[in-house]
């Protein structure tokens, strides 16, 4: 069965840097797009970023210049270097992967387009 797993989550200071992985298993990877979410208490998930089979990447206006996302096909990971790290980048970040077709070119941005989830792992930024 699908299984995506994060890691890498953590409690930092402002400006700090923050790695997180997403493991899949149970499916052809490389053929769908990922992308990662975020959700802080009492707000909804919003999209941090969104990636396509072959690695392109779009971003949140919010995160981007600052986080870096990326997918090792070979090892079946999803990263999400996040760099410059706010406050307001506090939430649970969640990886989903879309399975809406195979070979996927233009990512979803919509938390409901996607199909598989994982459980999140938490990110705290302290001022």
């Known amino acids: 069965q699908v299984q995506l797993v994060e890691s890498g989550g953590g409690s930092v200071q402002a400006g700090g840097s923050l790695r997180l992985s997403c493991a899949a298993s149970g499916y052809t990877y490389s053929r769908h797009c990922m992308a990662w979410f975020r959700q802080a208490p009492g707000k909804e998930r919003e999209g941090v970023a969104f990636i396509d089979s072959y690695g392109g990447a779009n971003y949140a206006d919010s995160v981007r210049g600052r986080f870096t996302a990326s997918r090792d096909n070979a090892k079946n990971t999803l990263y999400l270097q996040m760099n410059s790290l706010k406050p307001e980048d506090t939430a649970m970040y969640y990886c989903?992967?879309?399975?809406?077709?195979?070979?996927?070119?233009?990512?979803?941005?919509?938390?409901?387009?996607?199909?598989?989830w994982g459980s999140g792992t938490q990110v705290a930024v302290s001022s």
């Open positions: 989903a992967a879309d399975f809406a077709g195979s070979w996927c070119y233009v990512p979803a941005t919509q938390p409901n387009e996607y199909d598989y």
